[in-house]
Protein backbone atom coordinates (compact mmCIF):
# COMPACT_ATOMS: atom_id res chain seq x y z
CA UNK A 1 0.00 0.00 0.00
CA UNK A 2 1.14 3.27 -0.92
CA UNK A 3 1.91 5.85 2.33
CA UNK A 4 3.07 9.38 2.30
CA UNK A 5 3.57 10.56 6.31
CA UNK A 6 4.39 14.18 6.35
CA UNK A 7 5.50 15.82 9.50
CA UNK A 8 7.09 18.91 10.34
CA UNK A 9 3.90 21.72 10.53
CA UNK A 10 3.38 23.90 13.23
CA UNK A 11 2.96 27.46 14.42
CA UNK A 12 5.79 29.64 13.14
CA UNK A 13 6.54 33.34 13.26
CA UNK A 14 6.45 35.43 10.16
CA UNK A 15 10.22 35.96 8.46
CA UNK A 16 11.01 32.50 10.04
CA UNK A 17 12.07 28.99 8.94
CA UNK A 18 10.07 25.75 8.69
CA UNK A 19 11.29 21.97 7.21
CA UNK A 20 8.47 19.37 6.33
CA UNK A 21 8.81 15.92 5.74
CA UNK A 22 7.63 13.13 3.94
CA UNK A 23 8.40 9.37 4.13
CA UNK A 24 7.36 7.43 1.60
CA UNK A 25 6.72 3.66 1.76
CA UNK A 26 5.12 0.96 -0.15
CA UNK A 27 6.36 2.03 -3.45
CA UNK A 28 9.92 1.94 -5.69
CA UNK A 29 10.39 5.92 -4.16
CA UNK A 30 13.59 6.97 -6.66
CA UNK A 31 11.13 5.78 -9.63
CA UNK A 32 8.76 8.53 -9.03
CA UNK A 33 8.55 12.83 -9.46
CA UNK A 34 7.74 13.90 -5.95
CA UNK A 35 5.46 17.26 -5.21
CA UNK A 36 4.35 19.44 -2.64
CA UNK A 37 0.68 21.24 -2.96
CA UNK A 38 -0.87 23.12 -0.26
CA UNK A 39 -4.49 24.40 0.82
CA UNK A 40 -5.09 27.71 2.62
CA UNK A 41 -8.18 27.34 5.41
CA UNK A 42 -11.32 27.17 3.08
CA UNK A 43 -9.74 27.69 -0.04
CA UNK A 44 -8.82 25.57 -3.62
CA UNK A 45 -5.34 24.16 -4.03
CA UNK A 46 -2.03 25.40 -5.09
CA UNK A 47 0.87 23.58 -6.80
CA UNK A 48 3.93 24.59 -4.98
CA UNK A 49 6.80 22.57 -5.87
CA UNK A 50 7.93 19.45 -7.75
CA UNK A 51 10.74 17.52 -8.35
CA UNK A 52 12.92 15.13 -10.71
CA UNK A 53 12.70 11.30 -9.38
CA UNK A 54 16.70 11.21 -9.19
CA UNK A 55 16.43 14.97 -7.57
CA UNK A 56 18.56 16.62 -10.62
CA UNK A 57 15.62 19.37 -11.03
CA UNK A 58 13.24 21.71 -9.27
CA UNK A 59 10.17 23.27 -10.22
CA UNK A 60 8.15 25.77 -8.55
CA UNK A 61 5.78 28.88 -8.63
CA UNK A 62 6.27 32.30 -8.51
CA UNK A 63 4.79 32.47 -5.01
CA UNK A 64 7.39 30.70 -3.46
CA UNK A 65 10.33 30.79 -5.96
CA UNK A 66 13.27 31.93 -4.11
CA UNK A 67 12.14 31.16 -0.53
CA UNK A 68 10.79 27.33 -0.89
CA UNK A 69 13.26 24.65 -1.65
CA UNK A 70 12.17 20.86 -2.48
CA UNK A 71 14.75 18.21 -1.93
CA UNK A 72 14.59 14.18 -1.34
CA UNK A 73 16.72 11.66 0.40
CA UNK A 74 15.94 8.77 -2.37
CA UNK A 75 18.20 6.43 0.36
CA UNK A 76 15.89 7.08 3.11
CA UNK A 77 12.62 7.73 0.52
CA UNK A 78 12.18 11.00 2.28
CA UNK A 79 10.64 14.18 0.72
CA UNK A 80 11.16 17.87 2.21
CA UNK A 81 10.49 21.13 1.87
CA UNK A 82 12.16 23.59 3.57
CA UNK A 83 10.17 27.14 3.60
CA UNK A 84 12.21 30.23 4.81
CA UNK A 85 10.99 34.03 4.86
CA UNK A 86 7.21 32.71 5.78
CA UNK A 87 4.38 34.99 5.09
CA UNK A 88 0.96 34.92 6.82
CA UNK A 89 -0.13 33.92 3.20
CA UNK A 90 1.71 30.63 3.57
CA UNK A 91 -0.70 29.67 6.11
CA UNK A 92 -1.77 26.27 4.92
CA UNK A 93 -2.11 22.30 4.75
CA UNK A 94 1.01 21.05 3.09
CA UNK A 95 0.36 17.95 1.04
CA UNK A 96 3.18 15.25 -0.09
CA UNK A 97 2.38 13.81 -3.22
CA UNK A 98 3.19 11.35 -5.76
CA UNK A 99 3.70 12.63 -8.88
CA UNK A 100 3.97 10.33 -12.43
CA UNK A 101 2.98 13.11 -14.88
CA UNK A 102 2.89 16.64 -14.40
CA UNK A 103 -1.12 16.61 -13.98
CA UNK A 104 -1.24 13.31 -12.10
CA UNK A 105 -0.62 13.44 -8.26
CA UNK A 106 -1.72 9.29 -7.56
CA UNK A 107 -1.04 9.69 -4.27
CA UNK A 108 -1.47 12.66 -1.51
CA UNK A 109 -0.54 12.50 2.51
CA UNK A 110 -2.85 13.19 5.18
CA UNK A 111 -1.48 17.06 5.02
CA UNK A 112 0.63 18.86 7.62
CA UNK A 113 -0.82 22.42 8.77
CA UNK A 114 1.53 25.28 8.92
CA UNK A 115 0.68 28.47 10.75
CA UNK A 116 2.35 31.44 10.24
CA UNK A 117 1.54 34.41 12.58
CA UNK A 118 2.88 36.48 15.33
CA UNK B 1 0.93 30.74 -16.88
CA UNK B 2 -2.13 29.12 -17.63
CA UNK B 3 -5.32 30.64 -16.17
CA UNK B 4 -8.05 27.76 -15.59
CA UNK B 5 -11.74 28.63 -15.76
CA UNK B 6 -13.95 26.26 -13.42
CA UNK B 7 -17.46 26.54 -13.32
CA UNK B 8 -19.54 26.07 -11.34
CA UNK B 9 -18.32 27.02 -7.77
CA UNK B 10 -21.34 25.06 -6.89
CA UNK B 11 -23.77 22.31 -7.50
CA UNK B 12 -26.53 20.73 -5.94
CA UNK B 13 -27.88 17.92 -6.90
CA UNK B 14 -30.53 14.93 -6.32
CA UNK B 15 -29.38 11.25 -6.15
CA UNK B 16 -29.73 9.53 -9.39
CA UNK B 17 -28.59 13.27 -11.28
CA UNK B 18 -26.31 13.67 -13.94
CA UNK B 19 -24.15 16.65 -13.75
CA UNK B 20 -21.14 17.88 -15.01
CA UNK B 21 -18.52 20.32 -14.11
CA UNK B 22 -16.78 22.47 -16.43
CA UNK B 23 -12.96 23.46 -16.95
CA UNK B 24 -11.50 26.04 -19.17
CA UNK B 25 -8.38 26.92 -20.28
CA UNK B 26 -6.24 29.46 -21.45
CA UNK B 27 -4.78 27.81 -23.84
CA UNK B 28 -4.30 24.39 -25.13
CA UNK B 29 -3.01 21.68 -22.69
CA UNK B 30 -3.18 19.40 -25.07
CA UNK B 31 -5.70 16.57 -22.88
CA UNK B 32 -2.92 16.79 -19.68
CA UNK B 33 -5.38 17.17 -17.55
CA UNK B 34 -6.71 16.18 -14.59
CA UNK B 35 -9.90 15.90 -11.97
CA UNK B 36 -9.52 15.61 -7.86
CA UNK B 37 -12.41 14.89 -5.27
CA UNK B 38 -11.61 16.07 -1.90
CA UNK B 39 -14.37 14.80 0.60
CA UNK B 40 -14.66 16.97 4.09
CA UNK B 41 -11.93 16.95 6.21
CA UNK B 42 -9.77 14.75 3.85
CA UNK B 43 -7.13 14.55 1.07
CA UNK B 44 -8.04 15.14 -2.27
CA UNK B 45 -8.10 11.82 -4.45
CA UNK B 46 -7.45 11.60 -8.10
CA UNK B 47 -10.59 10.72 -10.37
CA UNK B 48 -9.71 10.77 -14.04
CA UNK B 49 -6.39 11.73 -15.48
CA UNK B 50 -5.37 12.64 -19.79
CA UNK B 51 -8.77 14.22 -19.54
CA UNK B 52 -10.69 11.14 -19.94
CA UNK B 53 -8.63 8.28 -18.04
CA UNK B 54 -10.29 6.71 -15.01
CA UNK B 55 -7.92 6.23 -12.02
CA UNK B 56 -7.94 2.56 -11.01
CA UNK B 57 -10.79 1.97 -7.98
CA UNK B 58 -12.55 4.70 -9.12
CA UNK B 59 -16.53 4.01 -9.28
CA UNK B 60 -17.37 4.21 -13.53
CA UNK B 61 -20.18 6.45 -13.13
CA UNK B 62 -17.47 8.91 -13.04
CA UNK B 63 -16.59 10.14 -16.66
CA UNK B 64 -13.89 12.91 -17.89
CA UNK B 65 -14.45 14.75 -21.95
CA UNK B 66 -13.01 17.33 -23.73
CA UNK B 67 -9.56 18.31 -25.54
CA UNK B 68 -8.47 21.76 -26.24
CA UNK B 69 -9.20 24.19 -24.07
CA UNK B 70 -12.41 23.12 -22.68
CA UNK B 71 -12.62 19.96 -20.41
CA UNK B 72 -15.84 18.01 -18.34
CA UNK B 73 -16.33 15.78 -15.57
CA UNK B 74 -19.29 13.92 -15.75
CA UNK B 75 -21.22 11.90 -12.76
CA UNK B 76 -23.69 9.91 -14.08
CA UNK B 77 -26.29 8.97 -11.55
CA UNK B 78 -25.39 10.87 -8.33
CA UNK B 79 -25.05 8.90 -5.13
CA UNK B 80 -24.37 10.09 -1.57
CA UNK B 81 -21.02 9.65 -0.99
CA UNK B 82 -19.66 11.77 -4.08
CA UNK B 83 -20.63 14.79 -2.13
CA UNK B 84 -17.36 17.23 -2.07
CA UNK B 85 -15.13 19.53 -3.37
CA UNK B 86 -14.14 18.79 -7.39
CA UNK B 87 -10.72 20.33 -8.64
CA UNK B 88 -9.22 20.13 -12.15
CA UNK B 89 -5.28 20.67 -12.55
CA UNK B 90 -3.26 21.52 -16.01
CA UNK B 91 -0.15 19.99 -16.38
CA UNK B 92 0.76 20.74 -20.11
CA UNK B 93 3.34 23.00 -18.65
CA UNK B 94 4.76 24.62 -15.53
CA UNK B 95 3.73 26.53 -13.04
CA UNK B 96 0.92 23.36 -12.43
CA UNK B 97 -2.54 25.47 -12.20
CA UNK B 98 -5.58 24.36 -10.28
CA UNK B 99 -9.18 24.83 -11.34
CA UNK B 100 -11.12 27.21 -8.48
CA UNK B 101 -12.95 24.27 -7.04
CA UNK B 102 -16.87 22.96 -7.62
CA UNK B 103 -18.40 22.15 -4.15
CA UNK B 104 -21.34 18.90 -4.98
CA UNK B 105 -23.81 18.70 -2.59
CA UNK B 106 -27.00 16.49 -2.26
CA UNK B 107 -30.21 18.27 -2.73
Known amino acids: EVQLVETGGGLVQPGRSLKLSCVAS????????MAWTRQAPGKGLEWVASITNSGGSTYYPDSVKGRFTISRDNVQNTLYLQMNSLRSEDTATYYCTRQWQLHVMDAWGQGASVTVSS | DIQMTQSPASLSASLGETISIECRTS??????LAWYQQKSGKSPQLLIYAANRLQDGVPSRFSGSGSGTQYSLKISGMQPEDEGDYFC?????????FGSGTKLEIK
Open chain 2, 89 to 97: LQGSKFPLT
Open chain 2, 27 to 32: EDIYSN
Open chain 1, 26 to 33: GFTFNNYW
